[in-house]
């Protein structure tokens, strides 16, 4: 005999069906993508800066003040024993640096006319950068360093000038902290402006009184 079935009234319940697992939601987004794209600007933005050091360097050999020297068949001599011509081509790269840091964050600001920390790194590094390679490549451009050969090729008792040198090296610091200041002043002045967050609603706030419309 076949057993009897199970009426359709006493079926064992369904097992229940296990959803299928959602995919795990991308935290990511496009967050990586955009880091990806500020990085490589922040990159070139460096490197465009740091080349402009050359014509700070162009600059500070032409507008700086040299220091007059003068030689016996013995000896070199300061020709202006109380001039002030190494202060003055201190003064003169601070001045160059400081106007050039103004200038690339300016420049850089009416490209992506937003911030960032990349782009304020970027402005920093390229900015030191190109203060180190104007100060070599004013160097380099200016009378040569081995005065005695100098002296020795000029004769005794002629002027020549003796070479470019940045006496205070923390004038190096000029053009990225100038840089700096600058793309954070125009961003806070001129950046773009986070929306204005909405009132917060409250339970009840519909059964206050509300005032009265003016007629």
Not at 10 to 25: F, M, V
Not at 149 to 162: E, I, L, M, R, S
Request: net charge negative.
């Amino acid at each position: 005999m076949t057993a009897p079935l199970t009426p359709p009234d006493n079926q064992p319940p369904d097992e229940p069906r296990h959803p299928a697992a959602a995919p795990a939601a991308d935290h990511g987004g496009p967050v990586g993508p955009e880091l990806a794209r500020e990085l490589r600007e922040g990159a070139l933005i460096a490197l465009v800066v740091a080349v402009s050091g050359v014509l700070l360097g162009v600059l500070w050999n032409w507008l700086a003040p040299h220091t007059p020297l003068i030689a016996d068949t013995r000896n070199v001599y300061l020709k202006n024993t109380e001039g002030e011509e190494a202060i003055g081509a201190d003064g003169t790269f601070v001045l160059l640096s400081l106007a050039f840091g103004a200038l690339t964050a300016a420049a850089v600001f009416l490209f992506r006319r937003r911030g960032g920390i990349p782009l304020v790194v970027a402005l920093v590094v390229g900015g030191l950068l190109g203060a180190v390679l104007g100060w070599v490549t004013g160097m380099w451009l200016g009378p040569t360093p081995d005065v005695a050969a100098h002296a020795k090729q000029v004769g005794p008792g002629v002027t020549f000038n003796g070479p470019l040198r940045l006496q205070a090296k923390g004038a190096l610091l000029a053009w990225p902290i100038a840089g700096m200041l600058t793309q954070l002043a125009l961003t806070g002045l001129f950046g773009p402006r986070d929306p204005e967050p909405d009132a917060p609603h409250w339970p009840g706030d519909e059964h206050l009184p509300q005032p009265p419309e003016a007629h």
